[in-house]
């Protein structure tokens, strides 16, 4: 019957071809079911008015990237349109960047893409490939009606969920879609999300058929299943393939799974696939932001070696490693790194090489271009970089360097006021970008000019620009729309327009609250309170400030885009002390100070080299720091202090005019009054002619722009009815998404735990190998950046890693253990937490400037310290990525207490493992060890030999010996005349002597009282007639060993000549042996040898 219904089901929607829209269904089956076989299939293939398309995804195989859209588009235009496939891509659309990749699939000749895709811009390309394809599919639509029939659907990639869910909202009545799904075969978690939205669609619909049971269970097709082969060129192919189409997630999926086996089912891939696939897997992590894995997978790299190929590893491996310390903020490592790959280049003559390199380097100064609104001045860039982005055709890159490299100087931007072109490598970069398609860069270039504009104080243009761009959206209820209206809102309060201001900023905030955007919500009243401080709203101003406040602790953020944290605790400390609230304005200047002493020095120091991205300069956060301190002494009575305090704050506002509107003239008039408490007329008709002036300017020419742009500006919906969004909406929102966002870095970590139980689960190694391995892994996932870990043993303490550069020394050590026994259950500290000082003891140790949050957990046992962990972040130069998190807190506290638990337990099981290998191996010794001349025994002789026929057999050794059956000669003398303490000397020397002569190419063995087996590892006759005259040239030497026996009995003793020890030896040689009784019959054979040489002459070998 199950077939009935889903023949029906595809009748139903063939039947709707040409005149029913959004004509699809969902059939719903249990079981194993394939349509292959349908009736309506065989017959609507044969029908040339429809193009029937009939997909079975299939179980076991990878899926690639839009299966099978990709086909059917190259199939279709084939059979269907006309004009070359260059001009199709054209006609629809197609980005510029993306048209190499769709050819090279349509001509099957794996070209890829051209150019480097930026992290900045995955979003933006990833929904331009998605848009792109539905266009193509729609144009062969309208030419001829398409039926798809896709059955096992749970077993698709991403990127065909997220198309055809672009198709169930299509109105293509040309276009008809029958998905087949089977309950039995859960998907990926990864793709619930995605496959929720699209069957709500469905249902929503009343599209979903249930059709029944198949009657087949999945242990029935077992066989069905293919055995893949991920070592294989086809799987690299299809692994590539979802890297080119940009589905970064499904690629993920599968080199996680190909890791999984690898390291934990043994899965064999030669080296050389293998570094192929973990160059694509950290590629796939930075571009999904999971930088963390990108390292960890880098370290792997590094264990592979490809003899002939060392350089282009090397090369591959650093160009990965520094493009990820770029995107994770490590500018200065990342720098050096590029640099390290350049010279590799170099080395190997590589001309294209060397350009990424140079151009890496340049995109490290700009921070990757990832998340920052411009830079903090011009970038220098060589000729040569700009004509090499030309040769090889970087065209979106040489777009980016001509927006942000250039043209970032004040008096440049407000030529735009007068035209565009004045700006003329921003102009160029526009230019490139349109050609290119670019729409993404275009609204950042335009964004770039608002916000240098804006911070400039040059607000009619950057409200020229926000014009512009909002007029150039496509979606009006996009980010890039309440951004705008933000924009805005920020540059109408610049011009005293407040109430207007606050309309924008409204309106902004519904926008982002239906797209559940909190932190672009915080972003908004960030600006918001700057409104309020300016109207003299300081309670209001407050409220929105805390409520930055949370939504950065709560989403884990390091900053806002709009501004530093140094910032945000310099506007709680204003507007606190304004308010008369002493206490948290010097809790929160505290604050302000710990983010900017690191900043401070590094200014010292000289040591900002590459920072020149937007709010790398800290004269706001300064200004405020400085205001603060001054409204602070005065609030104190101590207006001498103030008054040096309102200097240096009116140093930093002269550096920072444009970003200080809200403060200025207040500034001026508490730094007036400070002049009158100070009865510095003087000062003070100098202040209050200053800011007479200021608002005389201010109001003449910002009431005439207010009038002038008031009515270019875009709408805001109050009009239409339209409630604001409430606190407690606001509230819930946030709540929400950190829940969201806890839930998957829980997820994440707990993935991450059978990684870690395959790292400490391991034998045989020390254990600072073991550490040395599991702590790389752990900075690397868990994005910290220095760390200690120690055993504290009964006397001293045993650093097993310690990365900080810091020699922990005996008092060192005892501090971090002193405040460790004061806090037991360990603690997380952070910039931002209120318990930051409470712990300046350890802070200090590592450079307190410098440590941005800290976790410290230490293991007790019976109240006493067995280990402990000492981990950090460092202060960043780049706070405005969002791919880290650098503030640690109590969630990071547990799970850390979680991992190194079982690192302690490991590490107790390696101990325990060493005493009882310790102790077997001294078994072991003793069952085999002559005791008294520490040789093999007899027990150890047959053992060693069983080892040898195992070698023989497994083809490791060439099966080929030599035997030396050796008796001593006058051995009863010595012991007879001297007893037997010189007879075991005497056996003891013989011993070191036959040991000496045979090293590695052999072993000797005390066959029993005085006879002695040598075994040699071939069957030279030469070579052991030589050893066998060495042997006697030795025991010649020795004189009868009369030097030891006098000091043994302490008395000087004579030998005579024909009393001395010697020795007789029989030698045999064997090839091609197989078993232990040809060993036997050697030392019979040697036995016969040595008896005829004792019958007839002593002292002398026989062969």
């Known amino acids: 019957m199950i077939e009935k219904y889903y023949d029906g089901a595809i009748e139903q929607v063939a039947a709707g071809l040409g005149t029913v829209e959004k004509n699809y269904l969902l059939v719903r089956y249990s079981g194993q079911f394939s349509v292959e076989n349908l009736n309506d299939t065989k017959q609507l293939e044969k029908n040339e008015d429809i193009f029937v398309q009939v997909h079975e995804f299939e179980t076991g195989e990878i899926t690639c990237a839009y299966e099978p859209y990709l086909t059917m588009i190259c199939d279709g235009f084939r059979r269907y349109m006309t004009g070359t496939f260059e001009e199709f891509m054209e006609t629809c659309d197609v980005y510029y960047l993306h048209r190499p990749v769709l050819l090279g699939y349509f001509n099957q000749d794996n070209t890829g893409r051209e150019e480097i895709i930026l992290l900045d811009e995955v979003a933006y390309e990833q929904e331009r490939m998605l848009a792109a394809l539905e266009r193509m599919l729609c144009a062969i639509a309208d030419r001829h009606p398409v039926l798809f029939v896709l059955n096992r659907f749970q077993l698709a990639s991403k990127s065909t969920m997220q198309l055809t869910a672009r198709f169930l909202k299509c109105e293509n009545c040309n276009i008809g879609l ?28 009343s599209k979903i058929y249930h059709i029944g049971n198949s009657g087949r269970k999945k242990e029935e097709t077992i066989d069905d299943e293919k055995y893949v082969d991920y070592g294989s060129e086809k799987v690299y192919r299809k692994l590539q393939n979802m890297v080119e189409f940009l589905d970064f997630d499904q690629a993920a999926y599968y080199l996680e799974t190909i890791e999984r086996k690898i390291k934990f089912d043994n899965l064999l891939v030669d080296d050389a696939a293998r570094f192929r696939m973990w160059l694509l897997f950290v590629k796939v992590s930075i571009l999904r932001q999971d930088i963390p894995k990108a390292l960890e997978i880098c370290e792997d790299l590094e264990k592979i070696h490809l003899a002939g190929k060392e350089e282009e590893c090397a090369y591959e491996q650093d160009y990965l490693i520094a493009t990820a310390y770029m995107y994770q903020g490590k500018l200065k490592e990342a720098l050096e790194m590029a640099g390290e790959t350049y010279r590799i280049a170099g080395k190997m003559s590589d001309d294209y090489r060397m350009f990424l390199s140079e151009l890496l380097e340049a995109k490290i100064q700009m921070s990757g271009w990832y998340n920052i609104f411009f830079c903090a001045q011009d970038v220098k860039i060589k000729e040569s970089l700009i004509q090499n982005l030309i040769r090889y055709n970087y065209r979106n890159h040489l777009a980016h360097v001509y927006i942000y490299a250039y043209d970032n100087k004040p008096e440049i931007v407000k030529k735009a006021n007068q035209s565009e072109e004045l700006l003329i490598y921003f102009s160029r970069g526009i230019r490139i970008a349109k050609k290119l ?23 009619e243009i950057s409200l020229l620009y926000s014009v512009r761009t909002y007029e150039a959206l496509k979606d009006k209820r996009s980010i890039q729309a309440g951004r705008i209206y933000s924009g805005i809102a920020y540059n109408l309060c610049a011009i005293g327009e407040n109430e207007c201001a606050m309309a924008y900023y409204r309106h902004a905030i519904r926008l982002f609250y239906h797209l559940r955007e909190p932190e672009d919500i ?98 706001d956060d300064m200004f405020l720091y400085t205001f603060s301190r001054g409204l602070l002494a005065v609030h104190d009575g101590d207006y001498e202090k103030a008054d040096t305090d309102y200097e240096k704050a009116e140093d930093y506002l002269s550096r920072s005019e444009g970003n200080q509107f809200f403060s200025y003239a207040l500034f001026q008039q508490k730094r007036m009054e400070c002049f009158k408490c100070l009865e510095n007329q003087k000062g003070y008709e100098k202040q209050k002619k200053t800011l007479e002036e200021y608002e005389r ?8 722009l207010a009038k002038k742009m008031m009515d270019t500006l875009p709408p805001v919906d109050e009009a239409d009815g339209q409630q604001d969004v409430s606190e407690q909406e606001l509230d819930v929102l946030l709540w929400q998404e950190s829940m969201v966002l806890a839930y998957k870095s829980k997820k994440h970590q707990l993935d991450f735990i059978s990684t870690w139980q395959k790292l400490i689960d391991v034998t045989g190694v020390c254990a600072e190998e073991m550490i040395d391995a599991v702590m790389k892994t752990f900075l690397n996932h868990f994005n910290v950046d220095c760390a200690v870990y120690a055993r504290c043993m009964e006397r001293q303490t045993q650093v ?61 046992n019976n109240a006493k310290l067995e280990s402990f962990l000492i981990t950090y972040v460092r202060m960043k130069d780049n706070w405005h990525s969002s791919v880290n998190r650098y503030m640690l807190d109590e969630d990071d506290l547990n799970m850390y207490q979680l991992l190194f638990r079982e690192v302690k337990y ?48 497994g083809g490791k050794r060439k099966p080929e010996l030599g035997l030396m059956f050796i008796d ?136």
């Open 800 to 860: 097993l890693y310690n990365n900080t550069g810091i020699d922990l020394n005996e008092e060192r050590t005892g501090r971090i253990i002193a405040s460790l026994k004061r806090n037991p259950g360990g603690y997380a500290i952070s910039k931002i937490s209120s318990n930051y000082n409470e712990h300046q003891d350890i802070t200090a140790l590592f450079g307190e400037d410098d440590v941005c949050s800290l976790v410290a957990v230490p293991y007790f």
């Open 968 to 1103: 001593l000669d006058n051995f009863k003398h010595y012991n007879d005349t001297y007893g037997h303490d010189v007879g075991d000397l005497v056996l003891k020397e013989m011993a070191d002597i036959f040991s000496g002569l045979c090293e590695k190419q052999g072993f000797v063995c005390r066959y029993g009282g005085d006879e002695y087996i040598i075994v040699f590892f071939t069957a030279d006759k030469e070579r052991l007639k030589e050893t066998a005259k060495q042997i006697y040239q030795k025991i010649d030497q020795a004189d009868g060993f009369e030097k030891a026996i006098s000091e043994k009995l302490k008395k000087q003793i004579s030998i005579r000549k024909e009393q001395r020890i010697s020795c007789s030896i029989g030698i045999v040689l064997a090839e091609d042996i197989h078993g232990e009784e040809e060993i036997n019959q050697m030392i019979k054979r040697a036995d016969d040898l040595l008896y005829s040489i004792k019958t007839t002459k002593k002292g002398t070998y026989r062969i």
């Open 906 to 953: 490991s590490l107790n099981r390696l101990d325990a493992y060493d005493k009882i290998y310790e102790m077997n191996n001294k078994l072991y010794l003793a069952a085999v060890t002559d005791q008294l001349t520490g040789i093999y025994n007899r027990e150890g002789f047959y053992r060693r030999i069983k080892d040898l026929i195992d070698e023989f057999s």
């Open 437 to 459: 398609g670019n729409e993404y860069l275009i609204n950042m270039a335009y964004q770039k000019n608002i916000m240098l504009s804006s911070t400039n104080g040059m607000y």
């Open 697 to 704: 300017q201010h109001f003449s020419t910002y009431g005439k």
């Open 522 to 619: 915080a972003e908004v009243q960030y600006n918001m309170s700057l409104n309020c401080i300016m109207c003299g709203q300081y309670e209001k101003a407050e409220f929105y400030l805390t409520q930055c406040m949370k939504a950065v602790e709560r989403l884990h953020l390091n900053s806002l885009r709009v501004c530093n944290l140094s910032k945000l605790y310099g506007l709680l400390a204003l507007v606190s002390i304004l308010e008369g609230n002493r206490f948290n304005c010097e809790r929160y200047l505290n604050n302000c100070r710990q983010f900017l002493n690191y900043v401070i020095e590094k200014e010292k120091m000289g040591d900002g080299f590459g920072t020149v991205h937007d709010y790398a300069k800290i004269d």
């Open 178 to 205: 029958v998905l087949g799904v089977s309950d039995i075969q859960a998907m990926p978690e990864f793709l619930v999300p995605d496959w929720e939205m699209l069957y709500e669609t469905l249902d929503d619909g």
